[in-house]
């Protein structure tokens, strides 16, 4: 897709630091390293993010992740990683062409701040929002 800065490390036009490639992945370094390692997993075919993926196209991506995810571990010495993807700016997104960081993780303290706050469970409210979703 034009203007799409992934498009564009896919066709070869942009450098990227790459660490693995096939048909239907490419993952290279993220050029921001929030830890020493930080990959990016990309599919080949453009889409926007993974709220635009179908089934096919989504396993061919996660089906590519664990053994690149181990690939990084193995190189840097990492004790553990997060897996994430954004969707929608709200979310995080800057670039909207769909991607699954891999941030190899060495201890609590580094660059990279997650937080889930904790609510105190509302089992109606749940059971409620639940079902709605399962209806959607
Ligand atoms: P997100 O905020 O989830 O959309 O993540 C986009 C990521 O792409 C950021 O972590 C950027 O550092 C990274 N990024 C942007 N441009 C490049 C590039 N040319 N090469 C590698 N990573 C990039
Ligand atoms: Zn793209």
Partial sequence: MADCIFCKIIAGEIPSSKVYEDDKVLAFLDISQVTPGHTLVVP?????NLLE????SSSQLFAR???IARKVMKATGALGMNIINNNEEVAGQ??????VHLAPRYSGDDDLQLTFTAHEPDFPALVQLAEKIAQA
Wanted: glycine residues 0%; hydrophobic residues 35%.
């Fill in 44 to 48: 080949k075919e453009h889409f926007r």
């Fill in 53 to 56: 993926m179908d089934a096919d």
């Fill in 65 to 67: 992740v664990p053994d």
């Fill in 94 to 99: 800057t670039v909207f062409h769909t991607h």
